[in-house]
């Protein structure tokens, strides 16, 4: 009986042991499986398309630039319109309004616009072209990039990633937060308000999400 209880007492190390070494195993094939799963879906995400066709990319994608575009439009236009509603529900004062009015006017698009009319035409946009200038100037970028973004999407899942999102979010980045500031055409991120920057991005991601939407449907069309 003694004999019997101390076998017992000397092989509990070992059984241990062998649980330990069973886990460690079990869990560390777990994990080089999932290492392995996700690899081969990040190499999959950048490995260009074999099926691929170029213009039928830059097409789809700059129909999608279009109709993106009008989409931040119509946000833009609607987030401007219920900033004032705001603002006239806690009573500022018109002054206030006239000069925001004034400084919205000289957006980065209409500074575009004025640099390309004076390299072309010789001379400033009056004021009743600003406007419609801008405008131009807005959906002619947006749909140039949408078209860059149909050719990288027919090559490259990756540039899909996040329904557009990483899309809109990436030109936020690249032309509101660097170009623009880089040739003073706005004022730096670290001089923009909280509400500034809520509005941009959101701006881009609605844009960047349209333009997934939309590309997605006409290049479908096309088969």
Not at 100 to 127: H, M, P, Y
Not at 154 to 174: D, I, N, R, S, T
Request: charged share 20%; glycine share 10%; proline share 3%.
């Amino acid at each position: 009986m003694r004999n019997s209880n101390l076998s017992q007492f000397e092989s509990q190390p070992h059984s241990s042991k062998a649980r330990v070494i069973e886990f460690t195993q079990r869990n560390y094939s777990r994990a080089a499986g999932f290492v392995s799963e996700s690899a081969s879906k990040v190499k999959e995400e950048f490995t260009p398309r074999e099926d691929a066709v170029l213009w039928k990319g830059l097409l789809a994608g700059a129909i999608a630039g279009l109709a993106a575009t009008a989409a931040m439009t119509a946000f833009q236009l609607g987030w401007s319109k219920g900033k004032e509603q705001l603002e006239r529900a806690r009573g500022e004062d018109e002054q206030k309004s006239s000069a925001d009015s004034s400084e919205q006017s000289e957006s980065s698009t209409v500074k575009v616009a004025q640099s390309v009319s004076q390299a072309t035409r010789g001379r400033r946009l009056n004021e009743n072209e600003k406007e419609p200038a801008s405008y131009i100037v807005h959906f002619a970028f947006g749909t140039l990039m949408g078209a860059l973004y149909g050719i990288s999407s027919e090559y490259l899942p990756v540039a899909k990633l996040g329904y557009g999102l990483l899309h809109g979010l990436a030109l936020w980045g690249g032309a509101d937060a660097l170009a623009l500031p880089a040739f003073g055409l706005s004022s730096p991120v670290s001089a923009r308000s909280a509400g500034e920057l809520a509005y941009e991005i959101l701006a881009h991601a609605v844009y960047g999400i349209s333009s997934e939407s939309t590309r997605k449907v006409v290049r479908g069309w096309m088969g």
